[in-house]
């Protein structure tokens, strides 16, 4: 689980856990007031950095559909719809995004 703070408030969380094949971005959110300041894109980044280091290939998640701005966040840095679920009644699209694996030394 990562924070993402501003002027000393904590503004955004995401936590990740690893599955068969992947990392599994479990949840992620960003305060109202702190979206479109680039909270969430620090935390995939972070989110990102942590799989590749950990060897990891993919990142994956759910999300709403009705969750359009989230969706758009997910589309810039680089995930993909690849299907559907459904949580109990509740809809979701499921995102992924494939990840090279440890960086180069010196980068």
Do not use: C, N
């Amino acid at each position: 689980m990562w924070v993402a703070e501003r002027e000393g408030l904590i503004v955004g969380t995401v936590s990740a856990v690893p599955r068969p094949g992947e990392l599994y971005v479990r949840s992620m959110a960003v305060r109202p007031e702190a979206q479109g300041l680039g909270a969430g894109a620090e935390l995939l980044h972070t989110v990102e950095r942590f799989g590749r280091d950990a060897g990891e290939h993919r990142l994956s998640l759910t999300t709403t559909p009705f969750l359009a701005a989230a969706i758009r966040l997910y589309q810039r840095h680089g995930f993909v719809a690849i299907g559907e679920a459904d949580l109990f009644g509740t809809p979701l699209l499921v995102m992924a995004k494939e990840i090279a694996g440890p960086p180069a030394s010196g980068r």
